[in-house]
T-cell receptor
Framework: GQQLNQSPQSMFIQEGEDVSMNCTSSSIFNTWLWYKQDPGEGPVLLIALYKAGELTSNGRLTAQFGITRKDSFLNISASIPSDVGIYFCAGPTDSWGKLQFGAGTQVVVTP | NAGVTQTPKFRVLKTGQSMTLLCAQDMNHEYMYWYRQDPGMGLRLIHYSVGEGTTAKGEVPDGYNVSRLKKQNFLLGLESAAPSQTSVYFC??????????????????FGPGTRLTVL
């Protein structure tokens, strides 16, 4: 099946720094999704991307759909303590909405 | 609206015991999903349902059974728990639509999770 490789596995950053993470696939996705999971909670959708090359923002978050359709990037600008959590990339794998998830990037923000 | 709720929040089982996890949604969603989350592995789909009375296998279905007798509920059962089933379990739901992979996505809404430990 399709594999999503997400990197880095974890990041320890200082408040105010920018964060970048990416996700690559062995095959093409037509949609890329970025979810965030707060500690002790379920994932919540942050951004959905539908077209190759698309750049979409949600507040301090910006995500891009790679031109090859095999990768996607998420940037967080000026990080704050509430950015802590696990960020997952995901892509739909069939018409029933089933998702393939990356392993996640754990973000820890220190004051 | 409560969204997606899961019961229980925590459970400890002994090997060989059985239990049922309950997922309930009040958004009138057609589709429901059960995932498990293990460290370093993201979320993996166990079973899913595309409507009342229907279920299908996901990526890691072995050792689990599911039922969708009512549209708003999706039950996940472990008949004989094993330590390998120690995990955090998440339920999710989404609307049904005519799916067009090139244009849109029906967001999956997740519950808060159930942390299961099998000794």
């Amino acid at each position: 099946g399709q594999q999503l490789n997400q990197s880095p596995q974890s990041m320890f950053i200082q408040e105010g720094e920018d964060v970048s993470m990416n996700c690559t696939s062995s095959s093409i996705f037509n949609t890329w999704l970025w979810y965030k999971q707060d500690p002790g909670e379920g994932p919540v959708l942050l951004i959905a991307l539908y077209k190759a090359g698309e750049l979409t923002s949600n507040g301090r978050l910006t995500a891009q759909f790679g031109i090859t359709r095999k990768d996607s990037f998420l940037n967080i600008s000026a990080s704050i303590p509430s950015d802590v959590g696990i960020y997952f990339c995901a892509g739909p794998t069939d018409s029933w909405g089933k998702l393939q998830f990356g392993a996640g990037t754990q973000v820890v923000v220190t004051p | 609206n409560a969204g997606v709720t899961q019961t229980p929040k925590f459970r400890v089982l002994k090997t060989g015991q059985s239990m049922t996890l309950l997922c309930a949604q009040d958004m009138n969603h057609e589709y429901m999903y059960w995932y498990r989350q293990d460290p370093g592995m993201g979320l993996r789909l166990i079973h899913y349902s595309v409507g009342e009375g229907t279920t299908a296998k996901g990526e890691v279905p072995d050792g689990y059974n599911v039922s969708r007798l009512k549209k708003q509920n999706f039950l996940l059962g472990l008949e004989s728990a094993a330590p390998s089933q120690t995990s955090v379990y998440f339920c999710a739901s989404s609307y049904m639509k005519i799916w067009d992979l090139a244009s849109s996505y029906n967001e999956q809404f997740f519950g808060p999770g159930t942390r299961l430990t099998v000794l």
